[in-house]
């Protein structure tokens, strides 16, 4: 009977896999969210208004750059991360390009035109994404604040740009997207936002970016015998 849904649902509210069960087995739906690495419901309760500025004043003085490049013209994002006390807080930038943008926007579910109106990211003017305006980005960043590292793939497919942008200053640092390296900072991610609701533990907190949200939204991760994880392209959500 319907008290007896109502008593389930509440009982399946608390976590992402009960969520998911209950979509499936109860309202008889297939919901992709079943298959997402992170708890998107815990997620956004991470996000909180703040001002990079200042929240770098109560830091610890080092803010790293985790940089993501596209090979081709989907998506290339820059999360910056700072480390105040035990908290994470994180900033965000994503640049696209113009190339098939309507068709690009349906098959990803990501508006990109109305994110860059509202100052979310940038969409350059061609096929592919100029990197010239992300290195803007980059310099204005480090000019703004204590950058400490830009960690990025150094197979991304730019290594001659990236070279470049090291002998002009900018602080690049080479992060190899394997399981030795990425499966240690996804963990800590996930466990950060699993703590959402835990008043006394380390927390992330991030700016509300909804092209953030979609990223994480669409990531699947794959795991190997011993339990490490890392993110796969190939199964990856859009």
């Known amino acids: 009977n319907l008290r007896s849904i109502q008593g389930i649902a509440r009982e399946s509210a608390g976590t992402q896999n009960g969520r998911a069960e209950f979509t499936r087995e109860i309202c008889c739906r297939f919901d992709d969210r079943d298959a997402v690495f992170i708890d998107l419901a815990l997620f956004d309760e991470c996000k909180r208004e703040f001002s990079p500025a200042e929240i770098v004043k109560k830091s610890d003085g080092r803010v790293s750059v985790g940089l993501d490049l596209s090979k081709n013209h989907d998506l290339t994002a820059a999360v910056c991360s700072v480390l105040v006390g035990q908290d994470v807080y994180q900033w965000c930038h994503a640049w696209t390009c113009t190339h098939e943008i309507e068709q690009r926007e349906r098959l990803s579910r990501m508006p990109f035109r109305k994110w860059a ?9 061609g096929d592919t994404i100029d990197l010239a305006t992300v290195a803007d980005t980059l310099r204005r960043w480090c000019d703004e604040f204590p950058v400490w590292r830009i960690y990025v793939d150094p197979v991304s497919g730019s290594a001659d740009t990236l070279e470049q942008w090291k002998q002009g200053g900018l602080p690049i640092t080479a992060h190899k997207q394997n399981r030795f390296e990425m499966s240690p900072p996804l963990q800590k991610f996930n466990t950060l936002v699993r703590q ?3 008043p006394k533990q380390p927390h992330l907190f991030h700016d509300g970016s909804p092209v953030y949200r979609q990223c994480v939204r ?11 994880i890392t993110a796969g392209k190939d ?3 859009g």
């Not at 109106?117 to 003017?125: A, F, K, N, P, Q």
């Open 117 to 125: 109106d509202e100052g979310w990211m940038t969409i350059c003017d």
């Open 196 to 198: 959402a609701r835990a």
């Open 218 to 228: 669409n990531a699947r991760v794959e795991t190997d015998h011993a339990g490490n």
């Open 235 to 237: 199964v990856a959500d």
